[in-house]
């Protein structure tokens, strides 16, 4: 069992940064892969970024590629994602989620926990 909670978000202006932070809690294993997803109200949950636990590969999404960074914090159990140039449609609630395998990081249903979300909203 692994419980996530997610913390960091607000409401900002286009351009600026935002980091959001997952604590991590529970057995934690080198396998896992540690996902960030968000939904925007009307439309599908969508994924963001992924990092291994173990190695540290990240993954992301074309929507964000060179703007926002995953990482890691083994010793505090904790993922980051520093949003940078934030822009009106970024703004969604932002999920943490961990699965136990590197295939199709992308996909939400291979995910096995979720955090509660924490809202940004990108204001013009």
């Known amino acids: 069992q692994v419980q996530l909670v997610e913390s960091g978000g607000g409401l900002v202006q286009a351009g600026v940064s935002l980091r959001l932070s997952c604590a991590a809690s529970g057995r934690i294993f080198s396998s896992y892969v540690m996902g960030w997803f968000r939904q925007a109200p009307g439309k599908e949950r969508e994924f963001v970024a992924a990092?291994?636990?173990?190695?540290?590969?990240?993954f992301y999404a074309d929507s964000v590629n060179g703007r926002f960074t995953i990482s890691r914090d083994n010793a505090k159990n904790t993922v980051y994602l520093q949003m940078n140039s934030l822009k009106p449609e970024d703004t969604a609630v932002y999920y943490c989620?961990?699965?136990?395998?590197?295939?199709?990081?992308?996909?939400?249903?291979?995910?096995?926990?979720w955090g509660q979300g924490t809202q940004v909203t990108v204001s013009s």
């Open positions: 989620a961990v699965r136990n395998t590197i295939m199709a990081v992308r996909l939400a249903p291979g995910y096995d926990y």
């Open positions: 990092v291994t636990w173990s190695g540290g590969y990240t």
